[in-house]
């Protein structure tokens, strides 16, 4: 296989398994703590009012609707974890891939919360790290534990993938 095709798989498998591990999170926190899992139909409505230019929201939950949110949302939010994967594939090589270490995975899993703080957030009307929410602070350790968990999922997913592909 050559290195461009064993990048692809390994990212796709990688950022797939990191981003289930930290979905299998959500599930744990809703059903052992009444956490509210995230709403990706939300993620969705976002990204569909996008094609007609409206990137930002004061309230994406006030926005109208779009055809196939949810799918939308779904999708972007594992396309996501894959481009995520490819990054950490991207500056740590296909080496580390072949040999996993915690340490780089766990990085770039907390450094991806930029993403959510940054833009996701304030398209939807949230605010930079969840600002504009009744407690930013809660909103945000909850984001960066869900990266963490992102982070520790991409190290899982890499040694399962290392094995499986051995």
Known sequence: ???????????????????IVMDVWAVVLKRGFGVPAP?????GRWIGHMPSGRFVH?????????????AIGWGAHYLIGV???????????????RHPTLAPALIVGVATV?????????????GIASSKTPNPTAARLRSLAT???????????AVVVAWAMA
Do not use: C, K, N
């Open 1 to 19: 296989m050559s290195d461009t095709v064993e990048f692809l798989v390994r990212a796709v498998l990688i950022g797939a398994g990191a981003t």
């Open 39 to 43: 709403d990706f139909a939300l993620v």
């Open 147 to 157: 990266h963490a968990v992102f982070g520790i999922g991409l190290y899982v997913s």
């Open 83 to 97: 481009l995520f994967a490819a990054l950490l594939l991207a500056i740590m090589g296909l080496d580390w891939a």
């Open 114 to 126: 930029a993403a959510p703080f940054l833009v996701m957030q304030p398209g939807m009307g949230a």
């Open 58 to 70: 004061d309230s994406i939950r006030r926005a109208p609707p779009v055809r196939s949110e949810a």
